[in-house]
């Protein structure tokens, strides 16, 4: 199964992003953590990435379609994978058509305004493994420590509140044509067009990741292991 997750800046994504990976037993594969593991590795593609980075500006989609088309051709992909954070654009799914990349269903998730800026602000997270906590709706078991590794959990830039908004306002502005770009392939019939399910991601952790397996059950072709 090759999926993957739309939705804004703490929604949730990558929470349930990691129970569908276990559940399917297929790579979470987020462009996040890919960029940060390349700049890390003094990679070319790492290397280009960070000059942009470092200079503030966005990433040339030639070298994010670049890093996942890479990714996916690793052997952990054989049997699918999970795309978090990428595509952002329509620009970026056309080039992910345009390399091969075939997907078989895509999940939005979906929050009020109110609540996601909620959410944003209290995210920690997990720098060595990418795992995220929330303070109040997924917290860590021992207070501001990953679960697994006991190390310290951070809380990054760009969750703090005024960032966060700043991320949701650019989301926005490219969003809603991108679901139009999937549902409208659905709507011509385009042969290949992926399978589209909207959850909320309103409640708790665990209510969310019920729905969504539900709903994936209710769709054919989505097996569950």
């Known amino acids: 199964m090759r999926m993957i997750l739309l939705g804004p800046p703490g929604v949730g994504k990558g929470t349930q992003g990691g129970f569908i990976a276990r559940r399917y037993g297929i790579p979470h594969v987020s462009t996040g953590d890919m960029l940060r593991a390349a700049v890390r590795a003094g990679s070319r593609l790492g290397l280009e ?10 990433l040339p989609d030639r070298v994010i379609i670049e890093l996942v088309a890479q990714r996916i051709r690793e052997a952990d992909c054989d049997a699918g994978f ?10 970026q799914a056309q080039a992910m058509a345009a390399a091969g990349i075939e997907i078989d269903i895509v999940v939005e998730f979906w929050l009020t305004l ?3 800026l909620r959410r944003s602000s209290g995210r920690l997270v997990h720098p060595a493994s990418g795992r995220t906590y929330h303070a109040v ?7 501001g420590k990953d679960d697994i590794s006991g190390e310290e959990l951070v809380q990054r830039a760009d969750d703090r509140p005024d960032a966060a908004a ?3 306002e650019v ?3 490219h969003a809603p044509a ?11 019939g385009e042969p290949g067009a992926p399978r589209y399910v909207r959850i909320s991601a309103e409640g708790p952790v665990a209510a969310v990741r019920d729905r969504l397996f539900e709903t994936l059950g209710a769709h054919p072709g989505v097996a569950l292991i």
Request: hydrophobic share 35%; proline share 9%; glycine share 6%.
């Open 82 to 91: 999970l795309l978090d954070g990428y595509p952002r654009t329509v620009v």
């Open 166 to 168: 700043s991320r949701l």
């Open 178 to 188: 991108l679901v139009e770009h999937y549902t409208a392939r659905i709507a011509r």
């Open 114 to 116: 109110e609540e996601l």
């Open 171 to 173: 989301h926005n502005q």
């Open 49 to 58: 990435a960070k000059r942009h980075m470092d200079a503030g500006g966005l």
């Open 137 to 143: 709706f997924n917290p860590p078991k021992a207070p």
